[in-house]
Protein backbone atom coordinates (compact mmCIF):
# COMPACT_ATOMS: atom_id res chain seq x y z
CA UNK A 1 0.00 0.00 0.00
CA UNK A 2 1.37 3.71 -0.72
CA UNK A 3 -0.11 6.69 0.56
CA UNK A 4 0.76 9.50 -1.01
CA UNK A 5 -0.16 13.27 0.04
CA UNK A 6 0.52 16.47 -1.85
CA UNK A 7 0.97 20.14 -0.65
CA UNK A 8 1.99 23.26 -2.70
CA UNK A 9 -1.52 24.16 -4.38
CA UNK A 10 -2.75 27.80 -4.38
CA UNK A 11 -3.56 30.59 -6.36
CA UNK A 12 -1.10 32.16 -8.38
CA UNK A 13 -1.38 34.80 -11.24
CA UNK A 14 -1.14 33.78 -14.82
CA UNK A 15 2.62 33.85 -16.23
CA UNK A 16 3.73 32.81 -12.59
CA UNK A 17 5.26 29.68 -10.85
CA UNK A 18 4.09 27.19 -8.46
CA UNK A 19 6.04 23.89 -7.05
CA UNK A 20 4.15 20.65 -5.70
CA UNK A 21 5.05 18.18 -3.35
CA UNK A 22 3.93 14.75 -3.01
CA UNK A 23 5.56 12.95 0.11
CA UNK A 24 5.30 9.36 -0.15
CA UNK A 25 4.84 6.58 1.96
CA UNK A 26 6.37 3.55 0.41
CA UNK A 27 9.27 1.52 1.78
CA UNK A 28 9.92 0.38 -1.65
CA UNK A 29 9.44 4.24 -3.47
CA UNK A 30 11.80 3.36 -5.87
CA UNK A 31 9.82 0.53 -6.93
CA UNK A 32 7.59 3.13 -8.40
CA UNK A 33 6.91 5.44 -11.56
CA UNK A 34 5.47 8.68 -10.26
CA UNK A 35 3.49 10.94 -12.28
CA UNK A 36 0.26 13.97 -11.70
CA UNK A 37 -2.55 13.93 -13.18
CA UNK A 38 -5.06 16.74 -13.52
CA UNK A 39 -8.15 17.30 -13.73
CA UNK A 40 -10.29 20.80 -14.81
CA UNK A 41 -13.88 21.45 -14.06
CA UNK A 42 -15.97 19.61 -16.21
CA UNK A 43 -13.17 17.50 -17.67
CA UNK A 44 -11.87 14.45 -17.79
CA UNK A 45 -8.99 14.04 -15.85
CA UNK A 46 -5.50 14.02 -17.80
CA UNK A 47 -1.88 13.00 -17.27
CA UNK A 48 0.51 15.65 -16.64
CA UNK A 49 4.01 14.04 -16.59
CA UNK A 50 5.43 11.07 -15.27
CA UNK A 51 9.19 9.75 -14.07
CA UNK A 52 10.86 6.61 -14.30
CA UNK A 53 12.13 4.97 -11.11
CA UNK A 54 15.54 6.15 -11.40
CA UNK A 55 14.36 9.20 -12.05
CA UNK A 56 16.38 9.11 -15.80
CA UNK A 57 13.65 9.70 -18.25
CA UNK A 58 10.70 11.95 -17.96
CA UNK A 59 7.58 12.76 -20.26
CA UNK A 60 5.18 15.10 -20.47
CA UNK A 61 1.60 16.52 -21.69
CA UNK A 62 2.26 18.50 -24.95
CA UNK A 63 0.28 21.32 -23.11
CA UNK A 64 2.94 21.25 -20.14
CA UNK A 65 5.79 20.26 -22.40
CA UNK A 66 8.62 23.40 -21.85
CA UNK A 67 6.55 24.80 -18.60
CA UNK A 68 6.60 22.32 -16.09
CA UNK A 69 9.44 19.91 -14.52
CA UNK A 70 9.01 16.61 -12.87
CA UNK A 71 11.56 15.37 -10.58
CA UNK A 72 11.99 12.78 -7.79
CA UNK A 73 14.34 11.95 -4.98
CA UNK A 74 14.20 8.61 -3.67
CA UNK A 75 16.27 9.05 -0.34
CA UNK A 76 12.65 11.40 1.01
CA UNK A 77 10.43 9.68 -0.89
CA UNK A 78 9.14 12.45 -2.43
CA UNK A 79 8.08 13.69 -6.29
CA UNK A 80 8.00 17.27 -7.51
CA UNK A 81 6.12 19.09 -9.70
CA UNK A 82 7.74 22.83 -10.88
CA UNK A 83 5.20 24.33 -12.79
CA UNK A 84 6.12 27.77 -14.64
CA UNK A 85 4.63 29.80 -17.17
CA UNK A 86 1.01 29.16 -15.65
CA UNK A 87 -1.74 29.77 -17.89
CA UNK A 88 -5.39 29.80 -16.98
CA UNK A 89 -5.83 26.48 -18.47
CA UNK A 90 -3.88 25.04 -15.75
CA UNK A 91 -6.29 25.62 -13.22
CA UNK A 92 -7.10 22.18 -11.83
CA UNK A 93 -7.03 20.01 -8.88
CA UNK A 94 -3.56 17.98 -9.14
CA UNK A 95 -3.59 14.56 -8.22
CA UNK A 96 0.01 12.40 -7.56
CA UNK A 97 0.35 8.84 -8.61
CA UNK A 98 2.30 5.97 -8.29
CA UNK A 99 2.51 2.63 -10.71
CA UNK A 100 3.42 -0.51 -10.32
CA UNK A 101 3.94 -1.67 -14.21
CA UNK A 102 6.72 -1.19 -15.70
CA UNK A 103 5.45 1.14 -18.24
CA UNK A 104 1.89 3.06 -17.73
CA UNK A 105 1.97 5.87 -19.78
CA UNK A 106 -0.29 8.08 -19.61
CA UNK A 107 -3.23 5.84 -19.17
CA UNK A 108 -4.78 6.24 -15.55
CA UNK A 109 -5.92 3.28 -15.37
CA UNK A 110 -2.33 2.14 -14.83
CA UNK A 111 -1.98 4.41 -12.04
CA UNK A 112 -2.18 2.19 -8.33
CA UNK A 113 -2.60 4.74 -6.45
CA UNK A 114 -3.97 8.52 -6.11
CA UNK A 115 -3.81 11.65 -3.81
CA UNK A 116 -6.23 13.16 -2.55
CA UNK A 117 -5.57 16.02 -5.03
CA UNK A 118 -4.27 19.67 -4.17
CA UNK A 119 -6.06 22.41 -6.09
CA UNK A 120 -3.73 25.12 -8.69
CA UNK A 121 -5.62 28.30 -9.59
CA UNK A 122 -4.47 30.87 -12.07
CA UNK A 123 -5.64 33.97 -12.44
CA UNK A 124 -5.71 36.56 -14.83
Known amino acids: QVQLVESGGGLVQAGGSLRLACAAS????????MGWFRQAPGKEREFVAA????????SYADSVKGRFTIARDTAKSTVDLQMNSLKLEDTAVYYC?????????????????WGQGTQVTVSS
Open 51 to 58: ISKSGLST
Open 26 to 33: ARTFGNYI
Open 97 to 113: VASSQYFPGSNRANYDY
